[in-house]
């Protein structure tokens, strides 16, 4: 049984720089969302796939971030010209799209320090 | 605006004893609540979850008890074990929507 996977687990960047994060949802999942937690508080909603569609995003989610699912399986974030503020955990989940089915699966998350 | 609140930040509990955690909800239009556990450098696993149709559902050594009218629900684990000790988050999420709101966490220690 393969749960959700996230690559990487760790990233250290320097401000302004680029980074792309992984995510690789449960085999029969369609949906998908990406969440970020930072020290001390709960995950925040940042954005979720319905297949290759990105249904709704948060207002978190400034012009610096996009992320994408080209065939309804994995999908990437990608945050540009990092600042130091991004700093937290990402943390991708998934779910099935089925009557009644509400729960969603969370990876590991990768942890993401911008120096 | 915290729609999601988790006031105790942390609780201690003798090994074998019971573990209540709290969580307050301020939207009306929740309509289904999750609760997770979180170890260090890991993410959130799924424990239990609840329908606003229900006033209880039980899984083992959990329980979650929802009171509508007081918008508050309860997550009860009995016994504890020390392997509990974890920080746990109540999450709702609203009708017709998908995503989950998450409580900021009550980080749980269960002592030997």
């Known amino acids: 049984d393969t749960g959700v996977s996230q690559n990487p687990r760790h990233k250290i960047t320097k401000r302004g720089q680029n980074v792309t994060f992984r995510c690789d949802p449960i085999?029969?999942?369609?949906?998908l969302y990406w969440y970020r937690q930072t020290l001390g508080q709960g995950p925040e909603f940042l954005t979720y796939?319905?297949?290759?569609?990105?249904?709704?995003k948060s207002r978190l989610l400034s012009d610096r971030f996009s992320a994408e699912r080209p065939k309804g399986s994995f999908s990437t974030l990608e945050i540009q010209r990092t600042e130091q503020g991004d700093s937290a955990m990402y943390l991708c989940a998934s779910s099935r799209d089925r009557a009644g089915v509400k729960t969603q699966y969370f990876g590991p998350g990768t942890r993401l320090l911008v120096l | 605006d915290q729609q999601v609140k988790q006031n105790s930040p942390s609780l201690s509990v003798q090994e074998g004893r019971i573990s209540i955690l709290n969580c307050d909800y301020t939207n009306s239009m929740f309509d289904y609540f999750l609760w997770y556990k979180k170890y260090p450098a890991e993410g959130p696993t799924f424990l239990i979850s609840?329908?606003?149709?229900?006033d209880k559902n039980e899984d083992g050594r959990f329980t979650v008890f929802l009171n509508k009218s007081a918008k508050h629900l309860s997550l009860h684990i009995v016994p504890s074990q020390p392997g509990d000790s974890a920080v746990y988050f109540c999450?709702?999420?609203?009708?017709?929507?998908?995503?989950?709101?998450f409580g900021q966490g009550t980080r749980l220690t269960i002592n030997p």
């Open positions: 999450a709702a999420r609203a009708q017709g929507a998908q995503k989950l709101v």
């Open positions: 796939f319905q297949n290759e569609a990105q249904l709704e």
């Open positions: 609840i329908s606003s149709i229900k």
């Open positions: 085999s029969e999942h369609n949906r």
